[in-house]
């Protein structure tokens, strides 16, 4: 079993900053090795892919959000991070921690809202 508990989700103004943080534990010794990422949903809609983090740091980013989010991991603290800048009001969502270990688990979401 691995558990994810993400935090970081608050409320921010158009054009502001949030750090996102997914803590991972359990029967993995070290996140060093996974995939992971972030996805979203915003209210009616579905779950959507954000950004990406292959084993060797390679990073993959949804259009919507390529330019402004930063997706980077800290292997030494079993920690994955989304850094999210000039946010905007359609970025709305409870935002998801993904990672595939023999199976797929989610966190259960932290929520930002981006409005004035």
């Not at 983090?53 to 930063?70: E, H, L, M, P, Q």
């Not at 994955?80 to 359609?90: F, G, H, R, T």
Request: aromatic letters at 10%; one cysteine or more.
């Amino acid at each position: 079993q691995v558990q994810l508990v993400e935090s970081g989700g608050d409320l921010a103004q158009p054009g502001g900053s949030l750090r996102l943080s997914c803590a991972a534990s359990g029967t993995i010794s070290s996140i060093d090795g996974l995939r992971m990422g972030w996805y979203r949903q915003a209210p009616g809609m579905e779950r959507d892919y954000v950004a990406g983090i292959t084993r060797g740091g390679r990073t993959t980013y949804a259009d919507s959000v390529k330019g402004r989010f930063t997706i980077s991991r800290d292997n030494a603290k079993n920690t994955l991070y989304l850094e999210m800048n000039s946010l905007k009001p359609e970025d709305t969502a409870v935002y998801y921690c993904h990672v595939y270990f023999m199976r797929d688990y989610w966190g259960k979401g932290t929520l930002v809202t981006v409005s004035s």
